[in-house]
């Protein structure tokens, strides 16, 4: 198993898409050949038809990707796959339309947009059957063994079972202490002690070693994890295997030690450059695309309630420094006028009519630009929290305070990878998400994070 970004591929299924590209790009490719309307002479000219191909392929790629098809689970042949296709089948032909107007492409659209639909949904369905079956998709392809019987590793076990398509088998746990022998954990439990570990993993040909005790004080069997890893076995730290696994960086029992030896968590000038360049340009020109959208939010908000339209509050950024967030007010005037500060909450009354559109949309953010043009915030980091937030907050979770040491972002990757949060537990959790980006942060881990939110927001999730 390989990793891309601190996150587990799994080879076979990087294969599989990769041929699913192809796929599409031939498809799209005889779609257009076959719909194409050819030149007075009969002919139809080679560039026209490459790139009349490469806008269909866009266009179906990205309908597939804002449904969820591009997803290991969705290989699994089942009714839910079967709706994802016919969705994003029918959201790809719907974006031909004005797309073969706007652009001009040369080729007949009815015929084009019935041969696209039939084709997409008989070739997706087709290479995911097979494929689960050619490939093995859904066949695990690493044995895992944990070292402890906490609820560290009971929990690494729990996450492995919840992601069986990531081509991952549990086969047990081993302890130091002979009495847990036997101790049930998440089925398999405790198959054996250290002593047993060199044949435990040649019974039962054990891949990869994930060392997770509950108590770091007792002494691991080191001469036998590295004999086995000169022998090919892969051994990682709980917390390193958990942050590949979930792309989070679990707190419960994570060493300053780890993050100061582990890969990551090392800001580069240049890369700090590039980030601001990019969002500097990005938000003049969203803010230049948006304006009209903008004016019309103002309109909206000032018909309905009395009160500005924008709503500004401090919150904290980079190193701790104190600025004011923008934002269109979704609230009434006196929101928190008798609660005080608190965390929105699911269908709070305190949101207006627009309001609610507002957030849903996540239009309400789109002020926030200014504050990215300023420097004060970036598209991409955590989000920012109010400073009487903070101050509980660092007090009661560790390592809160690291989220400061990077700007804060109108998206994140907690925002994509986890719901809206209004509790401590929540923060938690978000944190979690958060470190992980800012140990791993880079322009790739950007985009794909900006990708993700585009899809968040059109399947409207998160936002309260």
């Given at each position: ?35 194409a ?19 269909v ?21 089942r ?74 590793a ?16 549990l ?15 998440v ?10 570990i ?31 890893k ?12 958990k942050?590949?696994?979930?792309g989070?960086?679990p ?6 030690s780890?993050?100061?030896f582990?890969?990551g ?20 020109i ?13 309109i ?48 709070d ?21 200014i ?32 989220r ?61």
């Amino acid at each position: 198993m390989y990793t891309v970004y601190n996150r587990y591929i799994v080879p076979k299924v990087i294969v599989a898409f990769i041929i699913e590209f192809g796929l599409l790009v031939a498809l799209s490719a005889l779609v257009v050949y076959i719909s194409a309307i050819p030149d007075e002479s009969g002919r139809i000219e080679f560039i026209n038809l490459v790139i009349n191909s490469a806008v269909v392929a866009v266009v179906n790629i990205m309908a597939l990707y804002f449904n969820n098809v591009f997803n290991v689970h969705a290989f699994s042949p089942r009714w839910q796959l079967v709706k994802q296709i016919s969705r994003a089948a029918a959201i790809s032909t719907i974006s031909l339309i004005p797309v073969i107007h706007i652009l001009g492409l040369n080729i007949i659209i009815g015929w084009a947009l019935a041969l696209n639909v039939m084709l997409l949904m008989l070739t997706l369905l087709s290479w995911r059957i097979i494929s689960a079956s050619l490939l093995g998709i859904n066949v695990p392809d690493q044995n895992i063994l944990v070292i402890g019987s906490g609820e560290f590793a009971k929990k690494i076990g729990v996450d492995i079972y919840a992601r069986k398509k990531r081509g991952l088998h549990l086969i047990g746990f081993i302890d130091h202490d002979p009495l847990n022998l036997g101790k049930p954990m998440v089925n398999p439990g405790v198959i054996g002690v250290y002593d047993d570990i060199k044949n435990i993993v040649e019974r039962e040909n054990i891949d990869k070693i994930i060392v997770a005790p509950e108590d770091r004080r007792i002494q691991l069997p080191m001469d036998d994890l590295l004999d086995l890893k000169l022998k090919g076995i892969s051994i990682e730290e709980g917390e390193t295997f958990k942050e590949r696994l979930l792309g989070k960086i679990p707190i419960q029992q994570l060493k300053p030690s780890w993050m100061v030896f582990s890969d990551g968590f090392k800001p580069s000038r240049f890369k700090e450059v590039v980030k601001r360049i990019s969002d500097l340009l990005l938000s003049v020109i969203l803010l230049v695309i948006t304006l009209p959208i903008m004016i019309l939010t103002a309109i909206a908000i000032k018909i309905e309630s009395r009160g500005p339209v924008i709503y500004s509050q401090r919150r904290v950024g980079a190193l701790g420094r104190i600025f004011t967030i923008y934002k269109f007010r979704s609230m009434k005037i006196d929101a928190e006028d008798n609660s005080g500060p608190v965390w929105a909450s699911q269908n709070d009354s305190r949101t207006t009519k627009i309001g609610g559109m507002l957030r849903k949309s996540r239009i309400d953010e789109l002020p926030q630009l200014i504050n990215v043009f300023k420097g004060e915030m970036s598209f991409v980091g955590p989000r920012p929290e109010r400073p009487c937030f903070v101050e509980d907050l660092e007090s009661d979770i560790p390592y809160f305070k690291l989220r400061t040491y990077v700007k804060p972002g109108i998206t994140g990757w907690a925002q994509v990878k986890y719901k809206y949060g209004a509790t401590v537990e929540d923060a938690i959790e978000k944190l979690q998400y958060d470190l992980f980006y800012i140990k791993n942060m880079s322009m790739a881990l950007d985009i794909y994070t900006v990708l993700c939110t585009v899809k968040v927001v059109l399947a409207r999730v998160g936002a309260r």
